[in-house]
């Protein structure tokens, strides 16, 4: 399995650097078994089941992207060195981060953010750094806030800088636990309306949280995929998640991330037989076409970056070579792409039974297909 089967073009003027507003109004392909249709968020109600579950990543993105100085002493006074800093990680005793430039900083320097905030350099080991900031807790998140900018995508920040409006549009209307570094984007096209209707439908909500890190933006330097090595992230699935997803399966009702990233939690707390445990701690599940869902029955998506483990991802849940007619569909059709595009609802084909069912239970049971 090459890199290079999941190479494909991409014009640059599909690269969305600002969200759909409103958030609900952003384009929705529909791939369920071998059809494609064309429609929008908004028609989430008409599309979802009463009775199905969408599994939500309830992360919250903090304004990872610092922009400080430092200043070293030197034989003519003092010389100063603009630093931009982007957290990766809360590491035991403090932040794992990047830095740019790297080369003009030492161990034992201090990084002053304004006057709100500053680190110390404690450590600078492989091309990260290790800062120990001085502020924790509450006032350290409040520091955050005062100084901090989201940590937009490289694809998007190539292109434009963030801004104030990021730090409402690079975050979920559902954000609760603090964090991620980058935002679980296929949830960015949920709001507050659409999730009452969805409820008022039957769909049915459970929250996970997995914390996404930077590595989502790594690419693939192996042309074998299969000894591509992940990158780890900590996540949780409470007993009660869990709970609710089993009833879910149990009563033949499907099951339905929404993101990647809520797809990969829970596929790591899953059991061969598709049982789910509670899970907390970190995860590097790399899926990719051959792997065998235990517990999806389909995900929503967005559109995905040539050569990446995401687009693996989803070649695995719908097949390669329907998954490149979806995609072309997309380019086609002009589908904005990546963390601030459009998003795609994939249904495998013979994945799930088509049996109706109603907010008062299974009408019809079901056999569980065989992942």
């Known amino acids: 399995m090459k890199l290079s089967d999941f190479d494909f073009d991409l014009p640059p003027s599909l690269i969305a650097t600002r969200p759909a507003r409103p958030r609900t109004s952003a384009r929705l392909l529909l791939a369920e078994g071998s059809a494609i249709a064309d429609r929008r968020v908004s028609d989430l109600p008409d599309i979802l089941r009463a009775g199905d579950v969408l599994v939500l990543n309830d992360t919250k993105v903090i304004p990872a ?29 403090g932040w794992r981060a990047l830095a740019k430039p790297l080369r003009k900083l030492r161990a034992g320097e201090v990084i002053r953010f304004g006057e709100a905030l500053s680190a110390e350099v404690a450590e600078i080991a492989e091309g990260e750094l290790l800062l120990r900031f001085d502020a924790q807790g509450d006032a350290f998140d409040a520091a955050l806030q005062q100084v901090g900018a989201m940590p937009l995508p490289p694809y998007i920040a190539a292109l434009r800088a963030p801004d104030a409006q990021d730090a409402q549009d690079y975050q979920t209307v559902w954000a609760a636990r603090q964090g991620a570094v980058a935002a679980p984007t296929a949830s960015l096209h949920f709001d507050t309306a659409l999730l009452e209707e969805l409820a008022a439908k039957g769909v049915q909500f459970v929250h996970v949280t997995l914390h996404v890190g930077a590595g989502t933006f790594l690419p693939v330097k192996v042309e074998d995929v299969t000894t591509h090595r992940m990158h780890a992230e ?103 792409f990546f963390s601030y595009g459009d998003a795609s609802l994939l249904i495998p084909q013979g994945r799930f039974p088509a049996g109706p069912f109603s907010q008062d239970g299974p009408q019809m049971k079901a056999d569980r297909p065989t992942p």
């Open 65 to 93: 992207r610092l922009t400080g100085t430092r200043t070293r002493p030197t034989p003519q006074g003092e010389a100063t060195a603009r630093i931009e800093v982007t957290l990766l990680e809360p590491a035991a005793d």
């Open 234 to 336: 900590w996540g949780e699935v409470s007993a009660d998640a869990a709970e609710a997803i089993n009833r879910a399966r149990a009563e033949g009702r499907r099951v339905i991330p929404v993101g990647t990233t809520a797809l990969r939690l829970i596929e790591s707390a899953a059991q061969e037989d598709g049982t789910l445990r509670p899970f907390e701690g970190t995860t590097d599940i790399f899926i990719y076409p051959g792997y065998q869902f235990r517990v999806t029955d389909g995900l929503m998506t967005n559109f995905h970056l040539p050569k990446s483990t995401l687009l693996m991802l989803v070649s695995a849940l719908m097949g390669q070579d329907r998954i490149r007619d979806i995609y072309a569909h997309a380019v086609q059709a002009g589908y904005r």
